[in-house]
Structures are given as C-alpha cells and as structure tokens.
T-cell receptor, first 116, second 113 residues
Framework: AQKITQTQPGMFVQEKEAVTLDCTYDTSDQSYGLFWYKQPSSGEMIFLIYQGSYDEQNATEGRYSLNFQKARKSANLVISASQLGDSAMYFC?????????????FGQGTELSVKP | NAGVTQTPKFQVLKTGQSMTLQCAQDMNHNSMYWYRQDPGMGLRLIYY???????DKGEVPNGYNVSRLNKREFSLRLESAAPSQTSVYFC????????????FGPGTRLTVL
C-alpha cells in the first residue's frame, strides 16, 4: 500500500494566486514527520517545510504553509501568492517513527505550473 | 558553505562496467543517505549511514555497495552496471539519524546502455 499519496500529477495556478498541493499519508506510528521538497527543472531537491506529528500548530515558512489534519492523515502544502519561479515538481515525504530509522518515503510528486 | 556535493554530475556506462559515485558534505552532519529517482517517481532509499562507521540497506539496495569513508564522505558503488540502474542518484545528509531534515545534493544523472 502507498504510504504517501499525491493525487494531483499536475496543477496549474495563475501568478499571485494561492495553490494547495494535496498529500495523504498512511502510518501506524504515533511519532512521525512530514516534509515537502521542491524539485525545479534543474533537478536539485530543495527542502521547503517540515511538520512533526506532535506539533500543534501548522508549520509555516514564508509563503509556504502546511495544512496538517492529523485525523484525516493529510499534510497539504499551501503556496500563497504564487510566483513564476514556483513552477516545479513538489514532493511530499514522510519519516516514520524512530524504529523505522531516518529514511524518507516519498510520494510520486505534483508538477506545478505557474501561469503569468 | 557548499552543503552536499556530488560527483560526477553526469555519467554514461556500458552494461557490466563499474563506477563509484562520490558524495561529500561540509555541514558536520552525522547521517548520510543515497536515493535514486526514476522517471515520474519519487525518491527511493538505496543505503544509509546513520553515523560514521555504520551502513545499512534501504528499500532498493540490490546491485549497490556503499562506503562511509569518514564523517564527510559517503560513496555509492555499482559493481556491474545494468540498464535498470539508469536513474538520477541523490545523496543527502542530516544532523541526526531519526529526527532531522535531510538536505540533498544536486544529483548524478546515470545512464547505463
């Protein structure tokens, strides 16, 4: 079974608008972490934001926020005021509890295109 | 501060050839990882090193070996390359093994003919 599911292979958004990228996850661990990474066309993986399972507040980093709904096992990325430079692949990833080690499990990604 | 560096950036091999991918980090991180990314997919863990002197298999270790040369360097070796190993390879590091953000290198694009 998929542990990380990103159901949107591709998304379009108009410049300066907000966009939500969906991510659902599956784990039986109580302690886990959720990450979002950006991969532009140049290929590197850029860390954007992190949410711990025990964090009570949704994480925010500049224009990025993580809409964490624990009961629904979702960790959606919200990008506010989209910019042309936000066009990229976006990956959701999960690190399960300490017994699973530090390995990240990635979703298949969502390709975001920002239109001028 | 270069972060995580990888060499080479691109490589073409023939089936059966061997090669080593190099990774180094200058962030004084304890843990290092090797992932592969196949077209249209997320990254999958090949091997990891929780700390200097230890290495362990990840999700897809077959056909690979690793060496944690020192705290800074973690290499990935393909002993006998196969077309199925055509992929983009990423090295990553984190301060600690289980609880910290992983930071990635720029990747190595490998083609096996």
């Amino acid at each position: 079974a998929q542990k990380i599911t990103q159901t949107q292979p591709g998304m379009f958004v108009q410049e300066k608008e907000a966009v939500t990228l969906d991510c659902t996850y599956d784990t039986s661990d109580q302690s886990y972490g959720l990450f979002w990474y950006k991969q532009p066309s140049s290929g590197e993986m850029i860390f954007l934001i992190y949410q711990g399972s025990y964090d009570e507040q949704n994480a925010t980093e500049g224009r990025y926020s993580l809409n964490f709904q624990k009961a629904r096992k979702s960790a959606n990325l919200v990008i506010s005021a989209s910019q042309l430079g936000d066009s990229a692949m976006y990956f959701c990833a999960m690190r399960e509890g300490a017994n699973q080690g530090g390995k990240l499990i990635f979703g298949q990604g969502t390709e975001l295109s920002v239109k001028p | 501060n270069a972060g995580v560096t990888q060499t080479p950036k691109f490589q073409v091999l023939k089936t059966g050839q061997s090669m080593t991918l190099q990774c180094a980090q200058d962030m004084n991180h304890n843990s290092m990882y090797w992932y592969r990314q196949d077209p249209g997919m997320g990254l999958r863990l090949i091997y990891y090193s929780a700390s200097e002197g230890t290495t362990d298999k990840g999700e897809v270790p077959n056909g690979y070996n690793v060496s944690r040369l020192n705290k800074r360097e973690f290499s990935l070796r393909l002993e006998s390359a196969a077309p199925s190993q055509t992929s983009v390879y990423f090295c990553a590091s984190s301060v600690r093994f289980s609880t910290d953000t992983q930071y990635f290198g720029p990747g190595t694009r490998l083609t096996v003919l």
